[in-house]
């Protein structure tokens, strides 16, 4: 079995390993442009951070770039405690402080979505601006695919071995296959259980999401959701719902499946990249 806290190159992505909070976290830094203000990109569930490989350069243009795997998700330690969506947000905030990081733009598809916007609720200052999309935020609003998670228990997948099952839910799913060593980080980072606890994640959104959802108003921070026309998992509305409760909200429907950035690298980078240079102080 590959070691968890093995660093892997792929491309411009270099990632190493930081100690948060008492646990190893996995990132990568691209300080090429040193000026502006430094942008945070989250792993997408069930991916790594290798899932901006097509769309990084556009990033490491602007300004710094730090990608993180959320604990429990890519190749980042996990602990039972983080495994919901305002607890992650808490532990997004330590993030921040181990890199010294006051402000960010926050590029967080999927389970960073939810993350991000309940940090931002709780230190809105610390957010220049989000990029969000790809994340449930409302439990009538999922798909049945992701429903089915998140009313599942941990017993229902006992004996299933996680990286196979995301092999082939991104090579069913994704509408522009990644590279191979790609793939081959994503099995890794959902090896034996390690899928199963992570969608623990996910359960947590029925106590979650209407928390979630009395915050929304209250968060005075630019947020911009890109969605998958096509997605099976997280439909479009769920974009349309945060538009129309968070007081700084444009939702844009792009032509792809789940996995956006993988999909349509080419236009979520410039909506994506367009919405930072605006926002950018």
Same mark, same amino acid.
């Given at each position: 079995?590959?070691?968890?806290?093995?660093?892997?190159?792929?491309?411009?992505?270099?990632?190493?390993?930081?100690l948060?909070?008492?646990?190893?976290?996995?990132?990568?830094?691209?300080?090429?442009?040193?000026?502006?203000?430094?942008?945070?990109?989250?792993?997408?569930?069930?991916?790594s951070?290798?899932?901006?490989?097509?769309?990084?350069?556009d990033?490491?243009?602007?300004?710094?770039?730090?990608?993180?795997?959320?604990?429990?998700?890519?190749?980042?330690e996990?602990?039972?405690?983080l495994?919901?969506?305002?607890?992650?947000?808490?532990?997004?905030?330590?993030?921040?402080?181990a890199?010294?990081?006051?402000?960010?733009?926050?590029?967080?598809? +999927?389970?960073?979505?939810?993350?991000?916007?309940?940090?931002?609720?709780?230190?809105?200052?610390?957010?220049?601006?989000i990029?969000?999309?790809?994340g449930g935020?409302?439990? +009538?609003?999922?798909?049945?695919?992701?429903l089915?998670i998140?009313?599942?228990s941990?017993?229902?997948?006992?004996?299933?071995?996680?990286?196979?099952?995301?092999?082939?839910?991104?090579?069913?799913?994704?509408?522009?296959?990644?590279?191979?060593?790609?793939?081959?980080?994503?099995?890794?980072?959902?090896?034996?259980?390690?899928?199963?606890?992570a969608?623990?994640?996910v359960?947590?959104?029925?106590?979650?999401?209407?928390?979630?959802?009395?915050?929304?108003?209250?968060?005075?921070?630019?947020?911009?959701?890109l969605?998958?026309?096509?997605d099976?998992?997280?439909?479009?509305?769920n974009?349309?719902?945060?538009?129309?409760?968070?007081?700084?909200?444009?939702?844009?429907?792009?032509?792809?499946g789940?996995?956006?950035?993988?999909?349509?690298?080419?236009e979520?980078?410039?909506?994506?990249? +367009?919405w930072?240079?605006?926002?950018?102080?």
């Amino acid at each position: 079995m590959t070691d968890l806290n093995e660093n892997a190159v792929i491309g411009p992505i270099a990632t190493d390993y930081i100690l948060i909070n008492g646990l190893s976290i996995r990132y990568a830094l691209d300080r090429r442009v040193s000026t502006g203000t430094p942008i945070l990109l989250t792993t997408p569930f069930p991916e790594s951070v290798f899932a901006f490989l097509q769309v990084w350069e556009d990033f490491a243009a602007l300004g710094p770039v730090i990608a993180v795997d959320l604990p429990g998700f890519g190749r980042s330690e996990s602990r039972q405690d983080l495994m919901s969506p305002s607890a992650m947000g808490a532990f997004l905030l330590k993030i921040l402080d181990a890199f010294e990081l006051d402000r960010v733009h926050a590029v967080v598809p +999927d389970v960073g979505t939810l993350a991000a916007l309940f940090a931002a609720s709780t230190n809105p200052d610390r957010f220049a601006s989000i990029v969000a999309g790809s994340g449930g935020t409302a439990m +009538d609003l999922l798909g049945e695919p992701l429903l089915q998670i998140a009313r599942s228990s941990r017993s229902d997948f006992d004996g299933v071995d996680g990286g196979e099952q995301v092999v082939g839910l991104v090579r069913q799913l994704a509408r522009v296959s990644p590279p191979d060593v790609v793939i081959e980080d994503y099995r890794l980072s959902a090896l034996g259980d390690r899928w199963n606890k992570a969608a623990d994640f996910v359960r947590a959104y029925a106590q979650d999401l209407p928390r979630l959802a009395e915050l929304l108003p209250q968060i005075d921070v630019p947020v911009l959701v890109l969605s998958g026309r096509g997605d099976p998992f997280v439909p479009p509305s769920n974009g349309e719902f945060l538009q129309a409760h968070l007081p700084r909200c444009e939702a844009h429907v792009i032509e792809a499946g789940h996995f956006v950035w993988e999909d349509a690298p080419e236009e979520y980078a410039r909506k994506a990249t +367009d919405w930072l240079k605006r926002h950018e102080i």
